[in-house]
Each structure stands twice: as structure tokens, then as C-alpha cells.
């Protein structure tokens, strides 16, 4: 578990987070999918953290800084950091006076995990890019870069010395994660955050990052090619899937070692965290198209980390499913869509009646054909909304309407109604998916990409689960 340090007392804060809360070289790069490409996840690692929250003051400080308010500071202060920590101009600016203003704002990660190899446990080194949002030094970056991480360190601009960071949270659901420096005190430069929504295609945009893990401050510049995308994210360890909806895209050129890094609008602003490069489907790098996510999503997401612990109001169904293919289908006389492995108890499915040997077809009339699918029409609910699920039940289809429970940090491990023994005893690597998605450090809802031209093979337990239930 990860902590996160600040001015005052480093001991202090431990105690209160307590109370508060119940050289190898290695690639960074996952992979995107959509239609015809797949999306590369720039310079990320692999890891599930667990991250400690609280509620301190410190925290509503930077909440509030993220929403536009900043707390009383003395006038001298406040000055000092009207002129030299962050403050954007109202009026548009050439690229160099943008640079100038922002770059020191942009930092270079480092990052240590451990792997296992044929000789034993090794270190891995990874890098990636992060922006400083807060004069107390808070960086936020993307979840994947500093995922699986043992040491964290981060350089400035202004600084040949590397310094140490840790991380104070993270949600591997929405990519984002946030660091402290905890060896260096402020103030430092940060970079105010834009209204996201007043971004406009064909705008001036501008990138700042590591790319390579060797070259930071690199600046690149285009304009927003697209906005409201939605692309898929592979884990480079895990090999599970994450969709990442209303990102921006952009031609100034990402790539490895960007993620993490600012892209900014002309008069200085953050507008996106940079996240994603696309290749084509063979693996052929495609230049000019990169993805962020913007600034709005940074500002919630944050402000739901530091504020309660986990993201609130994220719907929770409560099965384990894995994906039944067309092939899968014809071999067992069954629709396409989503089959229920297993049902948690006292969870949304359970109280609505879901049974395990369920296929879940369609969503409020939308079609499921897959966990993928089943989870974007589910993440456009929130926690308490009413929806009306198509089940196919026995050869005949049924209704059945579900009030979505919360996503919440785990208490313990979720105990499931009539669970066979066979999925009790799978591994992690074979193909049945848990539907619960992620606050930080929660197992994904992966889903199979919806345009994959193969169809991935029924894990042994399976088909022991549905020749006995044919």
C-alpha cells in the first residue's frame, strides 16, 4: 500500500491515514483496440495497487484548487503564485511562450518493478511522464505507468536530481493516478487545469512529456483531431481490457514515455493527460493519432479519490461472466451474449433474481453480446438507477429488472451463490471475466474486444459448466 507524503510531518500523516481509513529493461507499451486499430498504451508497467486514502485537509485544498477554488493565502503568496506557479493567461499565446510557461510543470517518472524471470526475481525499470497540479507537489499521471510499482521517482525541469514520489491514489478504471514528491518541498510550478468541454476540434494542442523514457521535455505540437472517443486499453501484464470513453484525440505526435504528459491548450492550460498512440491491427505503427484523457475527467476522478477513498456512484451488478461466442453459441444451442458463471450474493443480481447459467442478451434493449458491451451500456447508469435486463434462462427469455448496487473498496472476498467448484478452483489466466470494474485496485470488468475476428476459446471449466447444464 501506498502512502502519500506532504510538508508537514511525514509520521503525523501516517498515523492519521490509519485513522482515516477502514535493470532489466522492460516495455511500457499495452495495446488499444477499436475497429480497425489497436490503441497502444504508452510507457506502461504493470501492477494492481492498493492505495491508501484519506480525508484530510490537504486534500479538500487540492479538490478544491482542481474545482477553481483556492483556499485564503496572504497577498504576497498569492501574487508569487499569480506571476510563476501555474496561472494561465486569458489570451492566446505562441507555442515557445506556452513551453515556457508550462515545461517546468511537466516531470519525467521512473519507475521500479519487481518480475519474475527463469533466474528469479529482477527489477524492472520503467518510464513515463506526470504533471504537476498543486504548489505542494501533487502529479497526476496515468494508472499504467506507475502500475506494479516498488519505487517511484520523478525529475524536474529544474532539478538534475532525481526525487522520490509516492503514490496517494489511483483508479485503473479510468488510467489516472496520482503522486506526491516527498524529499523536496514546495512551491512548485503546476499548470492550471481547462474546462475540457470548451475544447473544440481543429484547436492548437500542444504535448510535453518523456518520450522513450530518455528524452523529457520533449514538445510536440498539432491540433484536436477528434473529441468523445472511446478506445480500448490492454493490459501489458495482465492482458485484460479497459474502455476509455470521451477521450480527445490528437496528431501532435505520443509516443512511448508520454503517457502521463500534458497536452495544453494555447494559453497554457491543461487539457488532457496524454494516454494512448494507435497502431494498426498487425502491429504497424499509425502516426498522427493519439488519444488523452481530458482535463474534466481528471478533475472528477481526483476529486472522487481524495474526497471519499474510490470513485462513488459507479454501478455494480455483481456476476462473474465470461463472453459466449457465435461458434460458442452454435455448439450449445444457445444465444450470443454474456453467460453467467456465477452470482455474488445479497448483490444487484442476486436480489433481482440473475441465476448462474444465465445469458445476458440485452441491456435495456441494447444488445450484449459481450462483457464489453454489457459494461459500456451498464457504466451509462449510476448506483441505485433501475434497469431491465434480457435473460435467456432454459430456452426461454425472460425479463428481470436490476437496481445496480455501488463499486466500493473490498471488505473481503465476495462469496457466490451455488459457485462450482470448477470456477473456485480456475486460474486467473483462463477466460471467465469478473463483471465487477475497478475503483483502484479492483479486478477489471474485461470484457473480449467486440471487433475481434477470433473467438476466444471456452475455458476446460466451462464447457464442463454448460455440457451439464445442456
Not at 253 to 281: F, M, P, V, Y
Request: overall charge negative; aromatic content about 6%; proline content about 3%.
Amino acid at each position: 500500500m501506498e502512502n502519500e507524503n506532504t510538508n508537514f510531518d511525514y509520521q503525523a500523516f501516517c498515523e492519521q491515514m490509519q485513522k482515516s481509513m477502514p535493470k532489466a529493461k522492460k516495455s511500457g507499451l499495452g495495446i488499444f483496440f477499436k475497429t480497425a486499430f489497436a490503441l497502444i498504451l504508452v510507457a506502461g508497467l504493470g501492477f494492481s495497487l492498493f492505495a491508501n486514502f484519506v480525508l484530510l485537509k490537504r486534500y479538500n485544498t487540492l479538490a478544491d484548487k482542481l474545482n477553481g477554488v483556492e483556499t485564503p493565502v496572504n497577498k504576497s503568496e498569492q501574487i508569487e503564485h499569480e506571476s510563476n506557479e501555474g496561472q494561465s493567461l486569458a489570451a492566446t499565446m505562441s507555442t515557445q511562450q506556452v513551453v515556457k510557461q508550462a515545461i517546468s510543470a511537466v516531470v519525467a517518472i521512473k519507475t521500479e518493478v519487481e518480475v519474475q524471470n527463469f533466474w528469479g526475481k529482477d527489477m524492472a525499470v520503467g518510464a513515463g511522464s506526470g504533471v504537476l497540479i498543486d504548489k505542494e507537489g501533487y502529479i497526476v499521471t496515468n494508472y499504467h505507468v506507475v502500475e506494479g510499482a516498488q519505487n517511484i521517482s520523478i525529475k524536474l525541469a529544474s532539478d538534475e536530481k532525481p526525487h522520490k514520489a509516492e503514490l496517494v491514489a489511483s483508479d485503473s478504471r479510468t488510467d489516472l493516478a496520482v503522486l506526491k514528491i516527498v524529499d523536496k518541498k514546495g512551491p512548485f510550478p503546476f499548470i492550471h487545469l481547462a474546462d475540457s468541454d470548451k475544447v473544440e476540434i481543429g484547436e492548437k494542442a500542444i504535448a510535453i512529456g518523456n518520450p522513450l523514457g530518455d528524452l523529457e521535455g520533449t514538445v510536440t505540437q498539432g491540433i484536436i483531431s477528434g473529441m468523445n472517443r472511446e478506445v480500448y486499453t490492454k493490459s501489458a501484464q495482465s492482458g485484460k481490457l479497459t474502455r476509455l470513453s470521451n477521450v480527445l484525440q490528437t496528431d501532435a505526435s505520443i509516443n512511448a514515455g508520454n503517457s502521463g504528459g500534458a497536452l495544453l491548450n494555447a494559453r497554457g492550460e491543461l487539457i488532457g493527460i496524454n494516454t494512448a498512440k494507435a497502431t494498426s491491427r498487425d502491429g504497424v505503427s499509425v502516426e498522427g493519432i493519439g488519444f488523452a484523457i481530458p482535463s474534466n475527467t481528471v478533475k472528477k476522478i481526483i476529486n472522487e479519490l481524495l474526497m471519499n477513498g474510490y470513485v462513488s456512484g459507479r454501478p455494480y451488478l455483481g456476476v462473474r461472466v465470461t463472453d459466449l461466442t457465435e461458434s460458442n453459441s452454435a455448439m450449445y444451442g444457445m444465444p450470443v451474449g454474456v453467460y453467467v458463471i456465477a452470482v455474488e450474493k445479497n448483490s444487484a443480481a442476486d436480489k433481482a433474481g440473475l441465476r448462474r447459467h444465465d445469458i445476458i442478451t440485452k441491456l435495456d434493449g441494447e444488445d450484449t453480446k459481450n462483457s464489453t458491451m454489457l459494461n459500456a451500456v451498464k457504466d451509462r447508469y449510476k448506483a441505485g438507477d433501475t434497469a431491465e435486463l434480457e435473460v435467456w434462462r432454459q430456452g426461454e427469455l425472460k425479463k428481470i429488472k436490476v437496481t445496480f448496487g455501488e463499486v466500493k473498496p473490498e471488505a473481503s472476498t465476495p462469496e457466490f451463490v451455488d459457485k462450482p467448484n470448477e470456477i473456485m478452483e480456475s486460474k486467473p489466466d483462463e477466460s471467465f471475466e469478473d463483471e465487477k470494474s475497478s475503483n483502484d485496485n479492483h479486478a477489471k470488468v474485461e470484457g473480449k474486444e467486440p471487433e475481434a475476428t477470433s473467438a476466444p476459446k471456452l475455458a476446460q471449466h466451462e464447457k464442463k459448466d454448460m455440457d451439464a447444464f445442456k
